[in-house]
């Protein structure tokens, strides 16, 4: 970056302190004063396992000791630890440690495939990495093993599955039992406008972007959550979404600390599962994707005996397009208020609604632009349109993201010359400042809320023996709102299933959610004019019946 560059951050850097949208407090410190006045209660509540306030800070504190020490991994400040763990109370003990250490989470989703994991290792220089003994029905040391033949350099933390770390914590092998290590100095953890949490997001081609995050984003994003939703200490939290990515880090890791709510978390989304954790808990905030509403109320409308949701008063739903009829039926039926906020990892949000807002502009449009976030819209050569209502929105504020981590080519694209940051949709404004959204300029595919590369896909079929091009389209789906359909043009006197596709993907470590869900074979790919694959004629292909072997 620029002196320039540098000095500008600087400047919206006090800005936003001196407006008060951002701060000194950091997470440890918000979980040490809900520990100190209410140590007994829960933090996190998971299946029978319950974690205390009280729980919570200690084990966070003895495991940021033992990442610290010269005995233990010996952390030292800034440096990268990989978290590769599911959706439990572990997950933000060790969220929490890591910041107290001193070091820089790199948050790994659950369903990473181990080619994904080997490029966020090696993208971030991880120094750490902190996973179970066991990921998904596979034993994580022979995959370490692989990955460091491979040339990657890496501490193994292995943490037991109940808790923080106990008898089972072992570093490389070498177990870190017996009495607690010394504490840390004081001053030794992440401040709030340092970098604290990199994690990954998917773009039109390559592998996935390191996106870096600062505290102080999601504690402005807090703010406009609280107002949003009209919460308070009393709620409890149900957040069925994963952790490292934005949504999941406010609504399960950020906001409820702060508020000094329970979260319930489930490792695995299960509609019924939900529903009854609801009904258990008397949760009464629901954080989830759309398509995971459409799953809950298809559940419920399914079920001989009603459950009960009285509780339940707001649910943040995103990711994905909000079907109003869907989300009008939900509202009716457990008597919820549904909100969301428009934005992305990167830019966190751009626009939200609000408990005050109707309910067609709840459900129809993305709701209020956010006046702090300074939206700006633009044509795809770059010039602000603003002024006409329609194109590529771009904010500038303080809910952004620092950018990507040593990507000097992906922040070109992402940022303005003047220093927006730009989303991958087309929007039009009202006059009001209502916000909806009306196309896409990016290359992706939006599956259960979930951004998945066209081009990521394209890569991975490709590489498949019987395949000499691959082109990935969308196709729509009741529930998921869109699946991911792969046309391939096959290699001289090869066949190919979707079976065996998908056996190969999975023995080359390609991350579940890039696994084509529909194969269609043609003799050739269509092309446009410059050689390129015609995906507009692909997408018409794609509405026809499957199996398609032309």
């Not at 490029?119 to 991880?126: E, F, G, I, P, V």
């Amino acid at each position: 970056m620029t002196d320039s560059g540098q000095a500008d951050v600087a400047s919206m850097t006090a800005e936003y302190h001196r407006r008060g949208w951002w701060g000194t407090t950091t997470i440890a410190d918000i979980v040490a004063g809900q520990a100190g006045s209410q140590g007994g209660n829960a933090a996190f509540a998971a299946g029978d396992h319950c974690l205390s306030w009280a729980e919570y800070d200690q084990q966070s504190s003895r495991l940021a000791a033992l990442l610290a020490q010269p005995a233990g991994a010996g952390l030292r400040r800034g440096e990268r630890v990989a978290v590769w763990l599911p959706d439990m109370p572990l997950l933000h003990v060790v969220y929490l440690a890591v910041e107290k250490a001193g070091g820089v989470i790199v948050g790994i989703g659950a369903r990473a495939g181990h080619a994904e994991l080997r490029h966020l290792l090696a993208k971030t220089n991880a120094t750490v990495l902190i996973s179970l003994a066991e990921h998904r029905g596979r034993g994580t040391a022979a995959l370490v093993e692989g990955l460091r033949a491979g040339g990657l350099t890496f501490r193994h933390l292995v943490l037991g599955a109940a808790g923080a770390p106990g008898p089972s914590a072992q570093l490389d092998g070498r177990a870190l039992d017996g009495p607690d290590p010394p504490g840390l100095p004081a001053g030794t953890g992440v401040g709030a406008d340092d970098l604290w949490l990199v994690n990954s997001t998917s773009g039109t081609t390559g592998l996935p972007k390191c996106v870096m995050h600062a505290q102080n984003r999601w504690m402005y994003f807090h703010q406009l959550a609280v107002e949003a939703g009209g919460l308070t200490a009393g709620d409890t939290w149900l957040s069925a979404l994963p952790s490292p990515f934005g949504f999941g880090i406010w609504t399960a890791h950020v906001t409820p600390a702060i508020l000094g709510c329970c979260t319930v978390l489930v490792e695995r989304f299960s509609p019924g599962e939900v529903l009854s954790l609801i009904a258990r808990h008397r949760v009464t905030v629901l954080a989830c994707v759309t398509t995971q509403l459409i799953m809950l109320l298809n559940a419920a409308e399914q079920r001989d005996v009603e459950v009960d949701l009285a509780s339940l008063r707001v649910m943040y739903a995103g990711g994905e397009a909000l079907p109003y009829d869907r989300a009008a039926r939900f509202e009716d039926r457990f008597g919820v208020k549904v909100l969301q906020f428009f934005g992305s990892n990167e830019t966190g949000a751009l626009s939200r609604t609000t408990l005050a807002d109707s309910r067609e502009a709840r459900l129809r449009t993305a709701g209020r632009v956010i006046p702090e976030m300074r939206v700006r819209l633009f044509d795809e050569a770059g010039s602000d349109v603003t002024g006409t209502g329609r194109g590529i929105p771009a904010g500038r504020g303080p809910a952004t993201c620092l950018g990507y981590l040593d990507d000097a080519a992906a922040n070109a694209r992402l940022f303005t010359p003047d220093g927006w940051m730009l989303m991958g949709d087309v929007v039009q404004l009202d006059r009001d400042g209502y916000l909806t959204v009306i196309g896409r300029t990016a290359d992706v595919i939006i599956r259960g809320g979930k951004n998945i590369s066209a081009g990521q896909v394209e890569e991975a079929v490709a590489g498949h023996p019987a395949v000499a091009l691959a082109g990935a389209v969308a196709v729509a789906d009741p529930v998921f709102g869109e699946r991911v359909c792969v046309f391939v043009e096959l290699a001289q006197d090869m066949t190919l299933e979707l079976g065996g596709l998908l056996g190969y993907l999975g023995e080359q470590g390609v991350s579940e959610e890039l696994w084509p869900e529909r194969l269609e074979v043609l003799v050739s790919l269509p092309r446009t004019s410059s050689g390129k694959v015609a995906k507009g004629e692909l997408r018409q292909l794609a509405q026809g019946p499957a199996g398609r072997q032309a």
